[in-house]
């Protein structure tokens, strides 16, 4: 079945170290994104990619970095100049025509990080 | 930039009908899309309306009005399942992303 993997599903990060997030998909989508959500919190941008080997900051990417080597997988690095980074994490794809078709995104179950 | 403001909290009676507004700026406009999401769970997509009017979907509806950057979810019959969050996004042509409403949490009571 196509869709969109997250993994670990819970993350626990003593401070001051980086952790990396795995998101893959086999939807054949080119553009995936990564979001963080607080709680009662809505979605927002850390990165984005559209393609392969490129990718752009969202509005709140300080302390994150990632990586786009394959067109499958959107790693993300939670680094430890991230001040606060427990929350809940999601990663989704999608295609990049115009059309509807392009704006129904692909979410993964997310991956809650906790820092102890 | 790009904003779009809904209501935080809505409360419905089971059975009823209910209308989830987002009022929304950006530099480019690719339509609004709604998605739904439960406590804990993955967004999923539930609507998309590229022009303006109604789509309609069972029991949900969505409706566009560019000229006024707004739009909403129209839910109908509501269920108890129908307790979650409802987020608006827009897709902007210019930054090539997907960007989010602040969700709109409906508690459906019996």
């Known amino acids: 079945d196509g869709g969109i993997t997250q993994s670990p599903k819970y993350l626990f990060r003593k401070e001051g170290q980086n952790v990396t997030l795995s998101c893959e998909q086999n939807l054949n989508h080119d553009a995936m994104y990564w979001y963080r959500q607080d709680p009662g919190q809505g979605l927002r941008l850390i990165y984005y990619?559209?393609?392969?080997?490129?990718?752009q900051k969202g509005d709140i990417a300080e302390g994150y970095s990632v990586s786009r080597e394959k067109k499958e997988s959107f790693p993300l690095t939670v680094t430890s100049a991230q001040k606060n980074p427990t929350a809940f994490y999601l990663c989704?794809?999608?295609?990049?025509?115009?059309?509807?078709?392009?704006?129904?995104?692909?979410f993964g179950q997310g991956t809650r990080l906790t820092v102890v | 930039g790009q904003s779009l403001e809904q209501p935080s909290e809505v409360t419905a009676v089971e059975g009823a009908i209910v209308q989830i507004n987002c009022t929304y700026q950006t530099s480019g406009f690719y339509g609004l899309s709604w998605y739904q999401q439960h406590d804990g769970g993955a967004p999923t997509f539930l609507s998309y309306?590229?022009?303006?009017g109604l789509e309609e979907t069972g029991r949900f509806s969505s409706f566009l009005s560019r000229s006024d950057s707004y739009g909403y979810l129209l839910l109908q019959e509501l269920q108890m399942k129908d307790s979650a969050s409802y987020f608006c996004a827009v897709r902007d042509p210019g930054a090539n992303n997907l960007f989010f409403g602040t969700g709109t949490r409906l508690t459906v009571i019996p």
């Open positions: 990619s559209q393609i392969v080997n490129d990718f």
């Open positions: 989704a794809s999608s295609t990049t025509g115009t059309g509807s078709l392009n704006t129904e995104a692909f």
């Open positions: 309306n590229g022009l303006d």
